[in-house]
């Protein structure tokens, strides 16, 4: 009864609207760039500088089965599907037959598949890295002798930084983001100047 609370309660790894049965591992870090070119005597080399979108991986397992601690979570079926998925699952591994991976994770890959063509912003809940907005760079899984019906998958992801404003907003910040900061000095690290012109348009 403990462990099923603790598993209600502790949030389970998933991706949008893709739940796995559970999370394996994290790897998370930081990273800041620097200029390469020489700075000015008294200029801080920290206004060079800019900090790099994290990366994270993560390692998630998904059974053939379908898992009943996942009811309720995003992306997880009903009770009765869960029930016939579940029936399913152990008449395969019944059988004398192989039937591959199964249909729950054959059709699971297909929404990672999915995720990785639509391109979009997704919300990840991990126990390692939080619930941070990322997109999703790839994703692998490997299968042994030892997994059973299961396959255990890696996820490469990318931090989506935002500025805070909007170009809505004309503050200095939002100016500066899109090169019509005012009048800044060639070099002085401010943002960049914007040429007036006239864009011929063909009907």
């Avoid at 729950?104 to 912003?121: K, P």
């Amino acid at each position: 009864m403990a462990t099923l609370l603790r598993g209600r309660t502790s949030p389970l790894l998933s991706i949008g609207d893709l739940s796995f049965d559970c999370e394996i591992s994290g790897r998370r870090g930081g990273r800041r760039e620097y200029t390469n070119e020489r700075i000015a005597a008294g200029i801080e080399v920290s206004d060079h500088s800019f900090r790099r979108a994290r990366e994270f991986t993560l390692s998630g397992a998904v059974s053939a089965i379908a898992q009943f601690q996942n009811l309720g979570r995003p992306g997880s079926v009903s009770l009765n599907d869960a029930l016939t998925q579940a029936g399913e699952g152990v008449s395969s591994l019944l059988s004398l037959t192989d039937g591959g991976l199964g249909a729950r994770i054959t059709d699971f890959e297909t929404r990672l598949d999915g995720l990785i063509e639509t391109g979009g912003e997704l919300e990840v809940v991990s126990k390692v890295i939080g619930r941070p907005t990322v997109v999703l760079l790839e994703w692998d899984a490997t299968n042994t002798a030892e997994d059973g019906n299961k396959a255990v998958y890696n996820l490469t992801l990318k931090e989506v930084l935002r500025a805070g404003l909007t170009i809505a907003d004309a503050t200095p910040g939002a100016l500066a983001l899109t090169g019509t900061g005012g009048a800044v000095a060639p070099g002085s690290g401010g943002g960049s100047m914007a040429t007036p012109g006239v864009l011929a348009v063909v009907p």
